[in-house]
């Protein structure tokens, strides 16, 4: 990969989307948006180990790898880097790279452990590939931010882009989870953009205090039988610290359990 990416990225710029895989429209329009910024798009798909914790669903995780390789194909994607575990975790690695602060924010606080195994990968990543630039899903916005703080960091020459979040036609946000939920754990996971659209809607009518907005939230959230609220909470885009008035650009990030499926989902404050 290194070889191939090198001989192609010479003169040229290289842009690189991650992945685990089970791509969906979400994935493809991280495609689309490196294409467009690009003249090498490189892709990688890789169920990274270290960032699910004892009882999450790494076992089950989706890899419908022959149909992901289709849709890449389709997407005019230029290399493909689908290493082995043991490629990227060499027997007796001791080696991680972990975010102090912001890893413990968010989703970091409900899953100890897992932005140390998203920062750790995303590095091995950036030193295989070598992109100019890397696309990223606004979904994962507590991901972002851990990111570009490790590429701040560490001086990594790397451009991080986030792309708009993709959502079905009624709201729901794509994740490469919803797989997993019954047909009446489906419709009830729209609370989640519902609640943050009722955060949004009474920030847009003039309601500044978080502590009101995130209990409207919370209060839409709750109305839905089924659905365990994790978090929801208002922050600032960049360091993921609790606001305590809203602001434009801060960040409305909600995540809650369908049974044993957790989603999450965010808004930035126009």
Do not use: W
Request: net charge negative; glycine share 8%; hydrophobic share 45%.
């Amino acid at each position: 990969m290194r070889a191939e990416s090198e001989a192609l990225r010479y003169g040229r710029r290289l842009g690189l989307v991650p992945t685990m895989g089970a791509l969906h429209e979400g994935h493809l329009s991280l495609l689309r948006a490196a294409r467009a910024q690009c003249d090498v798009v490189a892709a990688s798909i890789f169920v990274n180990p270290t960032q699910f914790g004892p009882q999450e669903d790494l076992a089950k995780y989706p890899r419908p790898f022959e149909r992901d390789c289709e849709l890449l194909r389709a997407e005019g994607v230029d290399l493909l880097f689908a290493p082995s575990v043991d490629e990227m975790y060499p027997p007796g690695a001791v080696t991680f790279v972990n975010v102090e602060g912001l890893s413990e924010r968010l989703c970091g606080r409900s899953r100890p452990g897992h932005f140390r195994g998203v920062a750790t990968v995303v590095s091995k990543l950036f030193h295989i590939v070598q992109p100019e630039v890397a696309f990223f899903g606004q979904k994962d916005a507590a991901q972002v931010s851990v990111i570009r703080a490790m590429v701040r960091d560490l001086l990594l020459p790397v451009e991080i882009v986030a792309c708009p979040i993709v959502r079905e036609a009624d709201g729901l946000a794509l994740s490469s989870r919803n797989v997993y939920l019954s047909s009446a754990q489906r419709r009830q996971a729209l609370v989640l953009s519902r609640s943050l659209q009722r955060v949004q809607a009474l920030y847009e009518a003039g309601e500044l205090n978080a502590g009101r907005l995130i209990a409207a939230g919370v209060d839409e959230l709750l109305r839905e039988e089924g659905v365990r609220l994790d978090f929801l909470e208002i922050v600032d885009a960049e360091s993921l610290e609790p606001l305590d008035s809203a602001e434009p650009g801060a960040l409305v990030a909600v995540a809650g359990f369908l049974g044993n499926t957790r989603l999450i989902d965010n808004v930035i404050l126009a």
